[in-house]
């Protein structure tokens, strides 16, 4: 919940236009009772932060109210398309004339090339001024769970969606591993376990292709479960599961792992690879908890900064991938203060990384040569330059925890 103040910082509208969209109907906070302040929910700044848009787009307040209460009116947003494309073909008219104008005077080009893009850089700043908000907006439009979770942490489109995860996968699904890590960093942290003989059942979440639970099935006893929210990955999994005659300990599961339908204290042993970011690290390691028996183990890497001071191209890319990176020692206290025990904390090493990378790349070769160019493999490309360039700046942090 959001004071005014609050309200007024997070969306730039004036506190009296507040009040004004109030006394509309189009915005309802809540009035607390021992002392009649407003309090305004995540609901409230989703229509604001859509309302503004509405409005830079020609639409009236009345307009606007009927769109945020999902009354749309077609033949409405159709007229003001075919405005605003009016308005962009003169707008782009001016600009060339502008740009010829300045060449001739100076001899030199602008280069505009930094204007694409726009729509998932607002999706960016959306999902940094209130994560809760921007799902709540996706689910209004219309999207799935599994869509939401695509469009926040790896299309940031809502129009061409589809087509850019169909190309993702094209890739990811050619992976070894989906995210970085290794076998030898599976077992190295498995055998951090003090009594890693009483581990019975295991679940990872995120678990992509099953290469780190394949690792944990043959270094245990262990039955495991192993969940992902896409269908071609758990084939994957239960796949290879009958392939290592492992399928009477290895069972694969579609699932989402924010709405995770599962016993309490059911297993002696959660495995999440460099996914909790997705719901938030805090909020995962919170959910997460109910599901460990007492003494239960929960181990988790997560993307950190490795240096106080990153350069600023690396900056602006991780701010943009995970808005809430912050440092190893922050991850520690945050577990600690959740009511885990730190067991082992440690970066993951570099060579995970660099394999991670090359693997990568080589996939979105082949995917490129095969289907042709897209936006998709322009993105993996800057990924991979960025990440070998600056790989002393971030990484990592490896954490094997216990319920307390």
């Known amino acids: 919940m959001y004071s005014i103040a609050e309200m007024t910082q997070k969306t730039g509208v004036s506190r009296s236009t507040l009040l004004y969209y109030e006394k509309l109907g189009i915005i309802t906070p809540q009035r607390q009772p021992q002392n009649d302040y407003r309090r305004y929910s995540d609901q409230e700044l989703t229509r604001l932060i859509v309302l503004r848009q509405l409005k830079k787009a020609g639409f009236s307040l009345k307009d606007c109210q009927q769109v945020l209460d999902s009354n749309i009116d077609s033949q409405l947003i159709e007229q003001h398309l075919l405005r605003l494309k009016h308005e962009l073909q003169q707008l782009e008219l001016t600009q060339q004339l502008l740009q010829a104008l ?17 729509l998932q850089d607002w999706h960016v700043g959306f999902e940094q001024l209130s994560a809760d908000a921007h799902v709540q907006w996706l689910r209004q439009m219309g999207f799935s769970e599994k ?5 926040r942490w790896v299309s940031r489109d809502i129009n061409d969606h589809d087509s850019y995860m169909n190309d993702f996968f094209k890739v990811f699904e050619n992976m070894q591993r989906q995210g970085p890590g290794s076998e030898q ?9 003090p009594d890693r003989e009483n581990i019975k059942t295991i679940l990872e979440i995120g678990c992509g292709k099953g290469s780190s639970c394949l690792t944990l099935a043959q270094a245990s006893s262990a039955q495991i479960v192993a969940l992902d929210n896409h269908q071609p990955f758990i084939d994957s999994v239960a796949l290879l599961a009958q392939q290592q005659q492992l399928d009477q300990r290895m069972t694969a599961v579609l699932g989402d792992m924010q709405q995770l339908k599962l016993d309490d204290e059911s297993f ?6 460099g996914c909790a970011y997705m ?26 900064w490795l240096t106080e001071q990153p350069s600023q191209e690396c900056a602006d890319w991780w701010n943009k991938e995970y808005p809430g990176m912050t440092t190893p020692a922050q991850r520690q206290k945050q577990s600690e203060q959740l009511g885990y025990r730190v067991v082992e904390r440690f970066n993951l090493p570099q060579e995970d990384w660099l394999a991670f990378y090359a693997d990568m790349e080589r996939c979105t070769l082949q995917a490129e040569a095969n289907y042709g160019p897209s936006s998709v493999y322009t993105d993996i490309y800057e990924e991979v330059a960025l990440g070998r360039q600056y790989i002393e700046e971030f990484g990592y942090v490896c954490l094997l925890l216990q319920k307390s």
Not at 185 to 193: A, D, M
Not at 268 to 273: F, K, S
Request: proline content about 2%.
């Open 147 to 151: 869509e939401i979770f695509h469009i």
């Open 279 to 304: 719901m938030g690290f805090e909020n995962a390691l919170k959910e997460w908890r109910r599901l460990l028996r007492p003494g239960g183990y929960l181990f988790v890497s997560d993307a950190v």
């Open 185 to 193: 960093t599976t077992l190295r942290t498995f055998n951090l376990i």
């Open 268 to 273: 002696d042993l959660l495995w999440a690879e």
């Open 102 to 118: 300045y060449k001739r005077q100076t001899g030199q080009q602008i280069d505009h090339s930094n204007s694409t893009h726009k």
